[in-house]
């Protein structure tokens, strides 16, 4: 069976930040900043939790290890209605799989189920995000694996005025 999943991320986000929005959980969040040997910034970690992002990276074994320019997307399943453990881990397990983040350690060798990922793109304050987020551009807005071929692409945004 196929299925697909929308998420809707937000950010980019400080440590700080996400300490003061304790009742944020339940998601998906990228950790993006650099490692000490690295002189660019990009994706480092992809994770879930069903309890709140502030508590989760307050304990988090990997995401103290990014040093350098630290920040947070945060995502919401909007897509199924009902957000179970079941849902973040498949998206979870494409993301891992296709970007390969460096800190990431399970996940990055076994395929994942089928399944289509949509990534939807927001600032903090909710607006949508016209362009795609610099560290972001080489994670595409819909990933698709059939179990044998992958499929991805961006998603043009605009509004009708």
Known sequence: MH??????WKGPYTYDEVSELPELGNGLYLATGKLPYQREASIQYCGITTRSFYTRFKEHHKVHEITREQEFWLGDISYPAEITKYYLEMAESLIIYFW???????????????LTLVNKWFKKCGEPRYRQHTLLKELEDVLSWDGELWRSGNLAVWTEE
């Open 3 to 8: 299925t697909t999943i929308i998420i809707d």
């Open 100 to 114: 390969q983040p460096e800190l990431n350690e399970r996940g990055k060798l076994n395929h994942p189920r089928p």
